[in-house]
């Protein structure tokens, strides 16, 4: 029972409060933005899509992690949980409850926003929308949300104050997001990955700069979505310019969803044994 | 089995001890008053026994299950209404107590706990974020009360009850122990443990440097009442001081000040005062309680035998307490 109690409490905590509504709008209102400006762009909704992956995968992680990072944190600095572990709830069961609470509150922002741009798309665009390639987008959404929200929550579990949740949020934003893709001249992973190359007892083989460039949350979400794209590949050259094709494990999707499905465990198992030891009140 | 008892039981942060070799037994069926200024370590204690902290030294145990290892168990059977704790400000009072009714796979009637604890019903179906001191405290009380535990552990309950909350928080620990269950009331005021417990236990500084009824720890520290009265003029007071649980008796003005050893021994040495001139005006400062508090938690009772000028020089700083608590009685 505790852990349906106590996710159900949090989300019904959150649904009521008008910051979580905002987030979610705004979310699908951006959605709604991108759609209504290029419908008079192209003809196939699916162009679309493209450039609504990288808004996802830029702006929510944004979204989750003011959503998430109090998540556990925010509970011990206001005593609310001692409400809750007061009651008969076992660390576990108010851990994972926290964490479905967050992601499906990240679910809900997805699903919505991903209707919203269904439903612009059928009305507004020259072409119809496929619904197939709007569910695989949504589904690779969601994966993309349950490695970020489970990476911030966990973040908020090991925190003990405000300041060093909040810093570990924007922390993991900044290395996973701003650094991995590359978003600033000098501070960013393929300098990095040059500098240790010219090191003269180290060889980085292409290869290996590949799967290391695969291996954030960020980069593992645009590569798997190619799906979305199948036999429309050749249609656009943005396509055939972001997506890798190669022999590589790391251009298949599954390479990608089991990236994605590992940072979610890793955070969470971590998260939760940092939690578990820890020391409340 | 004692409801809970704790060995030897030490809880340090860093190089802050907090809690020292405590040593408490709570018998089952007694009511207890943990008493302690703020930072004595009282809910570090009471943290140790729900296991949200680990003890650094000794164990403790509660209805026979031991705190580092059967916590979920130990919450199972009692209820709980911490000192620090916020609710969910979005929830509604009731949605609290609802959520407790289940995650205690209790029977309980909501709207009936609701009504126990005095909290309107229209209120219990606001957000709870919203609530003042007191209607917290209440629903507080509410969810501790869930599912008959067996421990009642309550953490400075009557912070922010009126007078009424105050008056209903003891007929509630009354009928609960009657009920059958155990009552651990932890406390900075000792007026507000005195009417209920059986036992008290002080703390000060992380010891516990007494425990016992409150009759025999005010007998054991010699303290007493103190009585001033007006009179017209002032007689020969060496009659009175020649009585038996007169400690000191002196005369300013027209306001003769006694000093007595036990609270009883009041109305003798004022009748015999009356007989000598006439009394116009009584002033009576029952300040026995708080001075034997002070003093234990000043850390100046537990072995000297000078207790007694110890007692007169705290009872002029706590008047105002005294008062209150005199007036606060029912």
Redesign the interface.
């Known amino acids: ?2 852990i349906y ?1 106590v996710a ?3 989300f ?6 008008s910051i979580v509504l905002g987030v979610i709008g705004v979310f699908a209102a951006l959605m709604a933005l991108i759609f209504l400006a290029e419908m008079d762009i192209y003809d196939d909704p699916y162009r679309t899509l493209f450039d609504a992956l990288f808004f996802v995968s830029l702006v929510l992680p944004l979204l989750l992690a003011p959503l998430c990072y109090l998540s556990i944190a925010g509970d011990r600095i ?3 949980i ?2 809750v ?6 660390r576990w069961e108010y851990f994972a409850g926290k964490f479905l609470s967050r992601f499906a509150v990240a679910a809900a922002a997805i699903a919505l926003s991903t209707a919203v741009g269904f439903a612009i798309a059928a009305v507004t665009f020259a072409n119809v929308p496929s619904i197939r390639r709007f569910l695989i987008f949504g589904g690779v959404s969601l994966l993309y949300a349950l490695a970020f929200s489970s990476l911030f929550v966990a973040i908020s579990a090991g925190a003990p104050s405000r300041s060093r949740a909040m810093f570990g949020a924007i922390g993991a934003y900044f290395v996973l997001i701003v650094f991995w893709f590359g978003f600033f001249p000098f501070i960013r992973l393929s300098v990095l990955l040059d500098t240790i190359a010219d090191l003269p007892w180290v060889t980085l083989s292409e290869t290996t700069r590949a799967y290391i460039e695969a291996v954030s949350p960020g980069t593992a979400y645009l590569q798997g979505t190619k799906p979305v794209f199948s036999g429309v590949m050749g249609e656009y050259e943005a396509f055939e310019r972001s997506f890798r094709t190669s022999d590589e494990l790391h251009t298949e999707f599954w390479f990608n969803a089991l990236v994605l499905l590992a940072w979610s465990a890793v955070s969470l198992t971590v998260g939760y044994l940092s939690f578990r030891r820890s ?3 | 089995m004692p409801a809970l008892r704790t060995k030897d039981l030490t809880k340090r942060f860093g190089d802050v001890t907090a809690v020292q070799d405590l040593n408490l037994t709570v018998e089952d069926g007694e009511v207890f008053g943990f008493l302690g200024p703020n930072g004595a370590g009282k ?1 570090t204690t009471i ?1 140790v026994i ?1 296991g ?3 003890p650094t030294e000794g164990t403790a145990t509660v209805l026979g299950h031991d705190v580092a290892h059967e916590s ?1 168990r130990i ?2 059977r009692i209820g ?1 209404l ?1 000192e ?8 509604t009072g009731r ?2 107590v609802v ?2 009714i ?4 209790a029977r309980d009637d909501p709207d009936a706990i609701i009504d126990r604890v005095g909290l309107d019903p229209e209120d219990a179906r606001r ?1 709870a974020g919203g609530y003042s001191k007191g209607m917290q405290q209440r629903l ?1 009380l509410g ?1 501790a009360l869930v599912g008959d535990p067996d421990l009642l552990i309550l953490d400075e309950p009557s912070s922010g009850l009126d007078p009424k909350g105050i008056k209903l928080l003891r007929r509630i620990v009354r009928e609960e122990v009657e009920r059958g269950a155990t009552v651990f009331f932890s406390s900075h005021i000792l007026g507000q443990v005195e009417k209920v417990c059986d036992r008290v236990g002080i703390m000060a500084d992380g010891e516990m440097v007494a425990v016992d009824t409150i009759d025999n720890l005010r007998e054991e520290i010699g303290a007493g009442a103190v009585v001033e009265a007006t009179v017209d003029e002032v007689p020969d007071l060496d009659p009175i001081r020649s009585m038996d649980e007169v400690r000191e008796v002196s005369a300013a003005d027209d306001v003769v000040r006694i000093s007595c050893s036990a609270p009883e021994a009041k109305m003798p040495a004022l009748r015999r005062l009356d007989d000598a001139g006439t009394v116009r005006d009584i002033d009576v400062e029952d300040t026995s309680l708080e001075s034997l508090f002070e003093q234990y938690t000043n850390g100046g009772a537990t072995e000297t035998t000078g207790t007694g000028a110890d007692a007169s020089g705290t009872t002029g700083s706590t008047d105002d307490t005294a008062t209150a608590t005199a007036g606060g009685g029912d």
Do not use: C, W
Request: proline share 4%.
């Open positions: 029972m505790g109690t159900r409490d949090d019904r905590n959150a649904r009521r409060s206001s005593g609310t001692t409400y572990m007061g009651l008969p709830n076992r020391e409340l009140g | 809910s943290n729900l949200f902290l680990d979920y919450r199972q709980l911490p620090a704790f916020d609710v969910y400000e979005n929830l949605e609290h959520s407790a289940e995650t205690k796979g957000a507080a969810i």
